[in-house]
């Protein structure tokens, strides 16, 4: 066995991003949500990510804006910590360590340095008891942390995020046991519960404070919103009943004035509900699907609703949806994986009756193709289409896909779609519907991937014991039809698989492989290796084209030579999965051994594994996928050679996108993902970058044009200095007694010579170096003076000379030619 | 927010004819007028000269009526017994017909009585025509001759005794004065020649021969006899060229339309055919009332006049081109042209920020029920009866999508006797539509489970779900039927493929056999 050496297994991208309900910050510009390990800071306006805070090592179970500093936020993780951040810069302030696994995190603003978690009530894991623990943040200027002043508040609580809540004063959760129980708790110098409220024979999912009026609402499994008053005294509270919801309330919220009630469901219907007036109702329906989690903005300007498909629906009060951010969707999936050529985007099954394409290379959502065309019924129960086969052709001109319903009493339903790439609008369009192509399910599916061909062929095989081949005519308008329907001693064909060159067709009966042609279909060969069915088959490639590969049921993996029609090799291994590199003549089999999973890299023309790797992750892999990479690796060793044009992506039983990358490769990320963030109020999109240096270099034209020109001094506004002051977080300003002198400095007009503003110059970008360092106070506050004053400067004696970079920036200028681009701005 | 998607209407393949050019052109044609005559129609002959009066022969007399007029311009009424054959010659002054009474009577078009009587043959002449030269005239008789007349003085030229049974048709040449063809109930043709006192050619149809037709050339004949139309190369001796067999009743009568492209056959199954003459493909197809009897084409195809056994006479004339556009091109009234194109042609200026005005989804009536989870109301719009008859397709889609749901049982529950009694019969018209069978199996299990309580109650519905037992009875023993059938094709297949040796690897023991199937798809119900 080859030893993986410097191959490692890294989990990439496709984070959940519903796990936990997301934060907007008070200026409602940014989004915080925890995602996997680290907390996602979004734009509220561009959807884009911003930056990652990355720092604890388990997963981030809860986000909270500080309530006493609204641009720093703490995050909870089951590690054990919980971290403050300043959010806009990316920068981890401080880290308190508590030492239990944490659940959630809560902050009463009564309450100032306390904040509410909930952890296990023993400190082994696996315990099913939580307890709610107020801890007392001490203030200290070390980086890290110990807060061991803990203080038991509650015990036997849920670790439902949504289970608890803290209002004016009040504390209510419902218990995770009885789950009928609303307790209600008023926080005092001493904690004392203050009653219970029993909630009829109603599980309650979800709880929440008026923030105003002595008020609490609570959600119920069949779909009741509830409103409890008068629970001060014992004994005597009343309730009123909204009932809307079909089936559980999973979210409620009130908004920050308490005038509108907000709740959601299953039915991914966001319902709001105005409180007192309780009959008049607003809805903002098919928002996709069940809404998890939903959160306000503190100024009630946004709305935003987390979704069961890792998605994240911003929406303006006007009850409009203004953005969505969308993660990959984690559901059953039934397609294979796929790389689409165009975009070279992972293709697999998305939301219900969707195709999602997500970028591997930028961990981004880039569409999802309906395939079903249908309404989608929020229903339990509701048998629904299903997409469960989906396949491109080589060129990416056409997608294949199959969709099947199976009711219990009721006939199979299944379609078979195929697309066609459509340059214009940048999609993939219906072309033809086939309606029961098959009389049973489809088992497999392959286009011919000949890039010479000159007709369009698709193979597909079906549980009927027939194998169909549907080929593209060519009228006017084009269109496919069945060519060919072909069966071998009425068994039943599993899998499918075409040479590369198009110029055979493998299709496997049960033990059989049977080798056809497809320009007169006639039967070549038949190839077999009893007992046990062929599971997989593939064909090699480039160098190895002359293999044909396969898998049984009996744990063999075999290796025919077409020529002489012979077995060549075959091993017993277990292999759940072979995949074909369609870049390069590897092939990778996934085999299951004991509970893990090993991979074996091989060259089909020997029996010997190119790279292995033993225990790839726990549990079964049957989807994986190899994608292009974007620039290739130069990689001699042997065992990393097969990575150096494609990667090879898979998904684990739970539903974990794993690839595998080599030491330099990880080196080389990381020295990229240190680049540093624009403090901008607005996200760094390509677009904006675009957009910015141009604006930039316009004022600096104007400036320097109109202080040639007319020789006036900029207005103090307008200086470099000002804005960095006014724009600069102040917990990372030096004190003000500092700043003030060199404020006052800048607004003085001052004389140095071109020499002096040269070498500022270069002292200003060694301070941009230093600032985005950002290591701490000590160095901006040594830094950011010296810059001050120099920017200072700087507009003021731009109006006696040009410096030498100015003048040579203006030449680079003048040498670009913008024109398009203003253009463009001006339109 | 996503908007609705409305309900997916399947569209099934158009099973109906393709419009081609040859189906616009020959629908082009007015509604028919038609006429009752006295007997049945055996004959109709368009005049060669300028107004293309037309003769139409039917039991004693014989009509003439103009190209519009639906009254006889002129009849002729001086037959002692039924009429046959009058025909025009070819300046459309004399008209020469045969009688049962076997007197060929020569009429001037202008007149009243004969100018001629032609007394010789024994039996009912069928057959007459003028030859090319205008002077002399043939007849065919049921006493198995056919004879040559002068017409200025009346006398018979010459006799000819070769056919063994009766002479129903006959064409004379138009190039050539003295050739002319007959045919025969003895399943003949023969081609004469007026200057050696013997037939020239014969050929064998194969059956009775009906009608003949000469091509504008002369090279080509055409013959209908039997349920085949025939076509005779003459240049190569009479050598058969095609033989096409459309009609499933004799055909009887022939004709060319004007630039002989094509070739119209008619006959007892009240079909007239139209052929391509290129390939002898049928290209169109009318349909009318009664056996058809005699066929005519005005020149340029202006009109299709067709005689048929009960007397009628149909005429179609073709639509003038106002006519045919007016039909095309009004039917609906579109907004003026000002309120269509108002603001849409406005430019933003630089500084104008645009607002988007949210595009309309506009719903069909059922969707929007659909939408609001009316369920049964949906059904209800989607069985309004207009929708059920003309778009079934539409009915079972919202059943269907209803079905998909999980809310077909409520929407099919609670109906009166009324609203279920249109439920049934739309499943007694649609349940064994291949296309629908299986999702209106479905909801007719439903409809019977729900329903079971209430039968005996109402007579109407009671006799609708005996309807549909009886069809569901018949549809199985029809799908019983047409299992065997396969099976018999399957074996008959198999017997026919041979038997291939498949080269088999040393390692596979297992030998193969490529079974190829062109089996239609059965659907079940």
Known sequence: MVEHGDIRVVHRGGSKINFREPVITNDSSFLLCASGECVKVFSTSTEE???????????????????????????????????????????????????????????????????????????????????????????????????????????????????????????????????????????????LPQGNK???????????????????????????????????????????????????????????????????????????????????????PRLGAAITHITISPDGALFCTSHSDNKITIIQSCVKVSAVIQGLVKGDVRTDLMVDPRSKAMVLNGKPGHLQFYSLQRDKLLYNLDIVQQEYIHESGLQQFEVVKAAFDASGNWLATVEE????????????????????????????????????????????????????????TSKDGHFKAWQLATPARPSWSCDFVGAYHGLVPKCCCFSADGSLLAVSFQEVVTVWSP??????????QPPGAIRDLCFGRLSCSKYLLGTTASNLLCCWNLL???????????????????????MAAFCCQAGCTDLFVFKPSEPRPLFSHKAVCSGKVTRAVFAPREDMLESCEESSQWLNCSQLYFLTQYMDLMTFITKAEEDRLMASSKQLVIDDSVAMTPFYLLLGKHRQQQQENQDTLSTLSAERTPLPQGSVAIKEL?????????????????????????????REESKHAEEEMESEKEEEDSEGEMESSTSRPREASLAGHATETAALALTKAQARELRRVKKLDHSWLSGLLDS | MASFKPTKIQVYPKLGEKVTQDTLYWKNYK?????????????????????????????????????????????????????????????????????????????????????????????????????????????????????????????????????????????????????????????????????????????????????????????????????????????????????????????????????????????????????????????????????????????????????????????????????????????????????????????????????????????????????????????????????????????????????????????LAGRDEQGLSQLLNFLIGNLVDPRFAPVLVTAAEMILDIYQTVIGQSPVVDRQLLRLQELLEKEIDYQRDLLEVLGMLDTLFASSLPKKEVPCSAISRSNGMAQEEARPQLQAT
């Open chain 1, 49 to 191: 990510c911003i930056h990652d805070l990355r720092g604890h090592t388990d997963l981030v179970t809860g986000v909270l804006l500080k309530p006493s500093n609204h641009l720093q936020v703490y995050s909870c993780s089951a590690d054990g910590t919980v971290r403050l951040w300043d959010f806009t810069d990316g920068i981890l302030i401080k880290t308190y360590v508590i030492g239990y696994p944490i659940y959630s995190i809560y902050a009463s603003p009564d309450h100032e340095g306390i904040i509410f978690i909930v952890t296990p009530m023993l400190s082994d894991k696996r315990s099913e008891l939580f307890q709610l623990v107020a801890v007392h943040l001490p203030q200290s200027g070390d980086q890290l942390v110990e807060a061991r002043e803990l203080s038991a508040v509650l015990s036997d609580v849920s670790s439902n995020p949504a289970a608890i809540t803290i209002g004016r004063g009040v504390c209510s959760h419902h218990c995770c046991h009885q789950h009928t129980i609303l307790n209600c708790y008023i926080l005092k110098s001493e904690i």
């Open chain 1, 198 to 284: 029993k909630g009829g024979r109603n599980t309650f999912t979800c709880v929440a404070c008026h923030p105003k009026d002595d008020c609490i609402a609570t959600g119920h499994e069949d779909g009741k919103i509830r409103l409890w008053r008068n629970f001060n005294h014992k004994k005597e509270y009343t309730y009123t009943t909204l009932h809307w919801h079909h089936s559980a309330v999973s979210s409620l919220r009130f908004t920050p004035e308490g005038t509108n009630l907000l709740s959601g469901g299953v039915e991914s219907v966001l319902v709001q509900w105005r409180y007192n007036q309780e009959s008049q109702r607003d809805f903002l």
């Open chain 1, 405 to 460: 319903r199976k009711q219990k009493a009721a006939e199979l339903e299944l379609n078979l779609k195929l697309w066609e790439f459509d340059e214009q609008t940048q999609s993939f369009v219906l072309n033809t519907t086939i309606s029961a192509p098959h009389e049973a399910q489809i088992t497999a599916m392959c286009f011919c991937h000949a890039a010479d061909s000159q007709t369009t062929m698709l193979v597909s």
């Open chain 1, 519 to 528: 320009s007169s279909w006639e039967l070549l060969t038949t190839l077999s």
């Open chain 1, 564 to 586: 002489t029609c012979s077995l060549e090799w075959s091993t017993s291994m277990d292999t759940s999965l072979l995949l074909a590199d369609p870049f390069s003549e590897n």
């Open chain 1, 726 to 754: 006014l724009q600069t977080p102040a917990h990372v300003l030096p004190s003000t007694s500092f700043l003030c002198s060199m404020f006052v400095q800048s607004l003085l007009i001052s004389v140095t010579d071109s």
């Open chain 2, 31 to 411: 509604a028919p007028v038609q006429i009752k005559e006295f007997g049945a129609v055996t004959n109709i002959d368009f005049s060669p000269v300028a107004p293309h009066n037309f003769a139409v022969t039917a039991f004693t007399r014989i009509h003439i009526y103009g190209p519009f007029s639906q009254e006889p311009v002129k009849s002729f009424t001086r037959f002692k017994d039924t009429a046959y054959c009058g025909r025009f010659r070819s300046d459309g002054q004399l008209l020469a017909a045969g009688c049962e009474d076997s007197v060929v009577r020569l009429f001037d078009v202008s007149g009243k009585v004969a100018l001629r009587m032609f007394k010789g043959h024994t039996k009912a002449v069928h057959v007459t025509d003028f030859t090319s030269d205008r002077y002399q005239i043939v007849t065919g008789s049921d006493d198995y001759t056919c004879r040559l007349w002068d017409i200025p003085n009346a006398t018979e030229l010459s006799t000819y005794q070769e056919h063994t049974d009766y002479i129903r048709c006959g064409v004379t040449s138009k190039l050539n004065r003295d050739l002319f063809i007959t045919g025969s109930y003895d399943h003949t043709l023969k081609v004469f020649d007026a200057r050696v006192d013997k037939s020239v050619m014969t050929m064998d149809h194969g059956q009775p021969v009906e009608s003949l037709l000469l091509y504008p050339s002369e090279g080509l004949l055409v013959s209908a006899g039997g349920r085949y139309v025939k076509v005779w190369d003459l240049l190569k001796g009479g050598q058969p060229l095609v033989s096409l067999k459309n009609h499933h009743k004799t055909v009887t009568c022939l004709s060319l339309s004007s630039n002989g492209q094509r070739l119209l056959s008619g006959s007892l199954d009240r079909h007239v055919k139209v052929y391509n003459t290129t390939n002898y493909k049928v290209v169109h197809n009318f349909d009318y009332a009664a056996s058809i009897l005699s066929l005519a084409l005005a020149p340029d195809d202006e009109s299709i006049v067709v005689g048929m056994t009960n007397g009628i006479l149909s005429m179609k004339h073709r639509k003038s081109p106002e006519e045919a556009k007016e039909t095309s091109g009004q039917p609906r009234r579109r907004p003026s042209y000002r309120v269509f194109v108002k603001g849409k042609n406005y430019v933003p200026k630089q500084d104008d920020y645009l607002v988007s005005k949210p595009v309309k989804q506009h719903l069909a009536k059922y969707d929007k029920q659909l939408k609001k989870f009316n369920v049964s109301k949906a059904l209800d719009t989607a069985l309004e009866s207009w929708t059920r008859l003309r778009k079934p397709e539409i009915t079972v889609a919202v059943v269907k999508e209803l079905d998909r749901r999980g809310t077909l049982k409520n929407a």
